[in-house]
Nanobody
Framework: QVQLVESGGGLVQAGGSLRLSCAAS????????VGWFRQAPGKQREIVTA????????YYADSVKGRFTISKNNAKNTVYLQMNSLRPEDTAVYYC???????????????????WGQGTQVTVSS
């Protein structure tokens, strides 16, 4: 079992940057694939990006390609989401999620994950 804690959210102007962190407790984080999701007010939660357990394979939603970067540091039990060129439409609560896996791939759908963090608010002002 793993517990996830997100941090790094806040208020930023359009065009600015933020780095979110997802810290995991428990063992064998190197066997967990991780995804970042977000949910804006009145909207469904959506995938932002995902990374394989090793960190070598990644997925990005079209809306964030070229602006966001996910990275996984298994030695530190932490996944990072670097967000650059932020836009007002990026405003949402951001969640990290994890699932234990022996697969080498990533997972980009919500139903694939069974561990979730509490979320961190990101607000981008225009």
């Amino acid at each position: 079992q793993v517990q996830l804690v997100e941090s790094g959210g806040g208020l930023v102007q359009a065009g600015g940057s933020l780095r979110l962190s997802c810290a995991a407790s428990g063992r064998a984080f190197s066997n967990y694939a991780v995804g970042w999701f977000r949910q804006a007010p009145g909207k469904q939660r959506e995938i932002v990006t995902a990374v394989s357990s090793s960190g070598s394979s990644t997925y990005y939603a079209d809306s964030v390609k070229g602006r966001f970067t996910i990275s996984k540091n298994n030695a530190k039990n932490t996944v990072y989401l670097q967000m650059n060129s932020l836009r007002p439409e990026d405003t949402a609560v951001y969640y990290c999620a994890a699932r234990f896996t022996y697969s080498v791939g990533y997972y980009n759908t919500e139903s694939n994950y069974n561990y979730w963090g509490q979320g961190t608010q990101v607000t981008v002002s225009s």
